[in-house]
């Protein structure tokens, strides 16, 4: 029913910067809200941001991760700023019906296949 597909993800240095994209269709898609996620190497995946009527993060990215929408329809947008290799991992989108933000990978129901993150010198 939704299909999303993340895009952007490369090797960047410490400091660097970074946009991922994520692209949401199908039919009957309806208001969704659009978390981020991230799963570093050996850890459980975390919730790094959450948009629907506003826009949420995680204590570890506040201030230098931005969420927003794009210009075409379903897209969505995570602006990453002052990189830290704490960062790495590979990062997914993902979708729920209600309209309603939470940074609880359990909340999500359609996810994406990630996009790897490299931070690194």
């Known amino acids: 029913q939704v299909q999303l597909v993340e895009s952007g993800g490369r090797l960047v240095q410490p400091g660097g910067s970074l946009r991922l994209s994520c692209a949401a269709s199908?039919?009957?898609?309806?208001?969704?809200?659009i978390g981020w996620f991230r799963q570093a190497p050996g850890k459980e995946r975390e919730g790094v941001s959450c948009m629907s009527s506003g826009t949420y993060y995680a204590d570890s990215v506040k201030g230098r991760f931005t969420m927003s929408t794009g210009n075409v329809a379903n897209t969505f947008y995570l602006q990453m700023n002052n990189l830290r290799p704490e960062d790495t991992g590979v990062y997914y989108c993902?979708?729920?019906?209600?309209?309603?933000?939470?940074?609880?990978?359990?909340?999500?129901?359609?996810w994406g296949p990630g996009t790897q993150v490299t931070v690194s010198s």
């Open positions: 199908g039919s009957r898609l309806g208001p969704l809200a």
């Open positions: 993902a979708a729920r019906r209600p309209y309603l933000c939470s940074l609880r990978e359990n909340a999500f129901g359609a």
